[in-house]
């Protein structure tokens, strides 16, 4: 029964350091985020002007309009990637700060849990001193005969 006792008292206690070692790394984790800065919002520029080239394009000959033409199709092309890239930054910065706080919420509750594991542990030790006693002196206590 002693015997018992012991082996899950060590067992808890390689639990427990298993447990410590995964909240260190957490914080770890926690920390680089923390440490990292946050990239700078890019921001689309709405109401652009028209450039006075585009203006201009009915006035030039058709061969100049067909470049200019390509050259516009492909700024805008751009612009719209940069849109897209825009919307993915922002996701992704929505992600990070949930991300955060889901480690600040997973390293609260693992702070607890060792609490209260090293509770239970201090309990499991005290039992285990009070077994260990009360068996080593009914070994010393000798047999009665009746008479």
């Known amino acids: ?3 018992d006792a012991i082996a899950r008292q060590e067992q808890m206690a390689v639990e427990l350091k298993q447990v410590r070692i995964q909240i260190d790394e957490l914080a770890n984790k926690v920390n680089e985020l923390a440490a990292r800065p946050l990239p700078q919002p890019v921001t689309p520029l709405l109401g652009m002007e028209k450039p ?3 203006m201009a394009v009915s006035s030039r000959r058709p061969a100049e309009n067909l470049q200019l033409n390509k050259i516009q199709s492909q700024l805008d092309q ?3 990637a940069i849109d897209q890239q825009a919307k993915a930054i922002a996701d992704t910065r929505n992600q990070l700060y949930s991300t955060r706080g889901d480690l600040s919420n997973t390293h609260a509750e693992l702070t607890t849990s060792i609490a209260r594991t090293h509770e239970e542990l ?3 030790q005290k039992k285990g001193a009070i077994i260990t006693s009360l068996t080593s002196t009914s070994r010393n206590i000798p047999a009665r005969r009746l008479a």
């Open 78 to 80: 751009q612009g719209k």
């Open 1 to 3: 029964m002693a015997e």
């Open 122 to 124: 201090l309990l499991l």
């Open 52 to 54: 006075a080239a585009q």
